[in-house]
Antibody
């Protein structure tokens, strides 16, 4: 059974930093691309970033480019999202998600999400 | 930038067919997928590559992609299908989500 467990969310001030983690299990982690998607309170889904199975291909949404960094440690089956220069607009539930293929593709499993709140 | 447009809401009577559309300029170049999200829950993939159903998704869910519009169809809608539905596609190394459609079954 695929399991994705996010952690690292919380309340942070504007301009601050947070690092999200996603512990994956139930599948061969390095065989699949991974993605972060966020959802602001009461709003729709917004793609944030994706990384291929071996980490050689990375994509970012324009809204986070230059501020957020996606990475993965395949030896630990863990996905990360380093978030710097946080803004109020970054407030959202952040979902870790597994793609169908080793290259970035359709998301087929989602974690339960971790809440990030940016406020002074 | 590429946009996917969905109706904000769709209503259907139990047992009837619901269709949710997703309009975009580049559907001819892209596959559509659809996610279902119930209140307080994470999204679930219900259709990928325009019309394929993941294992465990009921047969009443189907998808199509024609011209500028992708469509999710729920045949014989049930109360448990009441949820938000999002279409999604890739364009120029960017994943795009539609704004979401709230399906009400009443």
């Amino acid at each position: 059974e695929v399991q994705l467990l996010e952690s690292g969310g919380g309340l942070e001030q504007p301009g601050g930093s947070l690092r999200l983690s996603c512990a994956a299990s139930g599948f061969t982690f390095n065989n699949y691309a991974m993605t972060w998607v966020r959802q602001a309170p009461g709003k729709g889904l917004e793609w944030v970033s994706s990384i291929s199975g071996r980490g050689e291909t990375i994509y970012y949404a324009d809204s986070v480019k230059g501020r957020f960094t996606i990475s993965r440690d395949n030896s630990k089956n863990t996905l990360y999202l380093q978030m710097n220069s946080l803004r109020a607009a970054d407030t959202a539930i952040y979902y870790c998600a597994k793609d169908q293929l080793v290259q970035v593709a359709t998301i087929d499993y989602w974690g339960q999400g971790t809440l990030v709140a940016v406020s002074s | 930038s590429y946009e996917l447009t969905q109706p904000p809401s769709v209503s259907v009577s139990p047992g009837q067919t619901a269709s949710i559309t997703c309009s975009g300029e580049k559907w001819g170049d892209n596959f559509a997928c659809w996610y279902q999200q119930k209140p307080g829950q994470s999204p679930v993939l219900v259709i990928y590559e325009d019309s394929k159903r993941p294992s465990g998704i009921p047969e009443r869910f189907s998808g199509s992609n024609s011209g500028n519009t992708a469509t999710l169809t729920i045949s014989g809608a049930q109360a448990m299908d009441e949820a938000d539905y999002y279409c999604q596609a890739w364009d120029s190394y960017t994943a795009i989500f539609g704004g979401g459609t709230k399906l009400t079954v009443l």
